[in-house]
Nanobody
Framework: QVQLVESGGGLVQPGGSLRLSCAAS????????MGWFRQAPGKQREFVAS???????NYAESVKGRVAISRDNTENTVALRMNSLKPEDTAVYYC????????WGQGTQVTVSS
């Protein structure tokens, strides 16, 4: 069973930065794509960013220019660096891995508030 464990969430002021990390219990190169999604209270889960096994990245328009996704195939981790955070970025952030099956982490809370 594949496990994805997120970390790095927390409370940050508007304009601040956070770095989320997702540690996988298996080699991540087996996944064609890994990414981050988020879910705010009362809203559906939405796509944030993804990175393919070859390093191709994709970002939601709402975060483009403010976030960067990266992967470390030796450490089996995927990171999401978020800058210029806004209150509307407040959500639970989930790590996602797509291969022969789809896997999700348990989520990490990000709260942007003064």
């Amino acid at each position: 069973q594949v496990q994805l464990v997120e970390s790095g969430g927390g409370l940050v002021q508007p304009g601040g930065s956070l770095r989320l990390s997702c540690a996988a219990s298996t080699i991540i190169f087996r996944f064609s794509k890994m990414g981050w999604f988020r879910q705010a209270p009362g809203k559906q889960r939405e796509f944030v960013a993804s990175i393919s096994s070859t390093g191709t990245t994709n970002y939601a328009e709402s975060v483009k220019g403010r976030v960067a996704i990266s992967r470390d195939n030796t450490e089996n981790t995927v990171a999401l660096r978020m800058n210029s955070l806004k209150p509307e970025d407040t959500a639970v952030y989930y790590c996602n891995a797509d291969g022969t099956a789809t896997y999700w982490g348990q989520g990490t809370q990000v709260t942007v508030s003064s």
